[in-house]
């Protein structure tokens, strides 16, 4: 499959920027109530967009490395007791109300500390949660997205179907709810 990388990345990062610009109120009412931007781009290219956002976008951009995250994550409970947890409970401990120290609440407390130092917050590597049992869905309806004073920005690796569907790996459909799609 070819890459159109070069003919459409300008296209994609234009329409990111005018979303930025846009006025909170407006980005959520076009959002469904949400604060978030699902910026969509082919897998193949994922390198390319990812170095392409950052020279964009870090004067104003944090980013958060999903896949560094989760090393984060299981370090935080040392990988004995995380073992122990996953063995036992599974999934739950990535979203589970059971649990106090999700996953979900980890990626959600970060996003916080980027909003709390008054720049962008912005989710790349997001193909890794993939079988976790959650979705961006899960953090971009967290109060700390919803309420905050900047856009929530989500990277997103998947195909667009010509139904408008966005699929990751061909099978899950992402969320357009409480997020402003570019595709």
Known sequence: MTSNYSTEH???????????????????????????????????????????????????????????????????YGLEKFCEFYNQDGTDIFKSEDYDDTFVSFIVKKIKGVIDSKRIPALIRTGSIYGMDFSNIDYMESPVVMHSSYPLIVFYPAAVKSDGNILFLGRQVASKYRCVVIK
């Not at 990111?16 to 009412?29: E, F, G, I, M, V």
């Not at 931007?37 to 956002?53: C, G, M, N, S």
């Not at 976008?57 to 984060?72: A, G, V």
């Open 10 to 76: 300008n296209r994609l990062f234009e329409s990111l920027d005018l979303a930025l610009k846009r006025d909170l109120s407006q980005l959520s009412t076009e959002a469904n109530g949400g604060r978030s931007i699902l910026f969509v781009y082919p897998p193949a290219d994922e390198d390319k967009y990812l170095t392409e956002a950052k020279t964009r976008l870090s004067e104003r951009c944090t980013f958060l490395d999903l896949r560094k995250l989760f090393t984060e994550f299981v370090d935080s």
